[in-house]
T-cell receptor, first 114, second 111 residues
Framework: DGGITQSPKYLFRKEGQNVTLSCEQN?????MYWYRQDPGQGLRLIYY???????QKGDIAEGYSVSREKKESFPLTVTSAQKNPTAFYLC?????????????FGDGTRLSIL | QKEVEQDPGPLSVPEGAIVSLNCTYS??????FMWYRQYSRKGPELLMY????GNKEDGRFTAQVDKSSKYISLFIRDSQPSDSATYLC???????????FGKGNQVVVIP
């Protein structure tokens, strides 16, 4: 089945530790996105990538890093510089290109602090 | 003023009722309008997608866009308990893949 797979479903981080969230898609989409969802705040864009080997900061990029070495993969690292990392993290993808196409989402990773 | 405003609810309705949800926005450049449904502990699922003004119907769901009033709506007819979820509106400008989201509106359909 085509879709977006996020892993792990739940992740715990110790103080001062970096953790990496995985996002893989087999939809052959060019564009991929990372969002953070907090209660009462909606979705906020962390990073996005329109094409392999290129990515841009979103609205809340501080304390996060990404890479886009393969079309199907867009991992997100939550660094120790992110002081409030507890949230639900969502990865999305879209076809990309000039004409707008809707984004489709994975089922998220819930990150908590130990 | 936030770009997209959405009343978070919660909204409780009896089974079979019509659910009415709406969002207002401030950016007149928005041309693409989406509604997503999100069940607890799951990712958002695309429900409806419309371009510019007008209505779109898909089964029990109807999406309306009024660009002159900067107002979009989602109607769910004959609501079912399985419609209980959070509904997120989202919108984007032409040539811009970035989405602006509302905060989401929690809907509970009571059997």
């Amino acid at each position: 089945d085509g879709g977006i797979t996020q892993s792990p479903k739940y992740l715990f981080r110790k103080e001062g530790q970096n953790v990496t969230l995985s996002c893989e898609q087999n939809l052959n989409h060019d564009a991929m996105y990372w969002y953070r969802q907090d209660p009462g705040q909606g979705l906020r864009l962390i990073y996005y990538s329109q094409i392999v080997n290129d990515f841009q900061k979103g609205d809340i990029a501080e304390g996060y890093s990404v890479s886009r070495e393969k079309k199907e993969s867009f991992p997100l690292t939550v660094t120790s510089a992110q002081k409030n990392p507890t949230a639900f993290y969502l990865c999305a993808s879209s076809i990309g290109g000039v004409k707008y196409q809707p984004q489709h989402f994975g089922d998220g990773t819930r990150l908590s602090i130990l | 003023q936030k770009e997209v405003e959405q009343d978070p609810g919660p909204l409780s309705v009896p089974e079979g009722a019509i659910v009415s949800l709406n969002c207002t926005y401030s950016n007149s450049a928005f041309q693409y309008f989406m509604w997503y449904r999100q069940y607890s502990r799951k990712g958002p699922e695309l429900l409806m997608y419309t371009y510019s003004s007008g209505n779109k119907e898909d089964g029990r769901f109807t999406a309306q866009v009024d660009k002159s009033s900067k107002y979009i709506s989602l109607f769910i007819r004959d609501s079912q308990p399985s419609d209980s979820a959070t509904y997120l509106c989202a919108m984007s400008a032409q040539g811009n893949n970035r989405l602006a989201f509302g905060k989401g509106n929690q809907v509970v359909v009571i059997p």
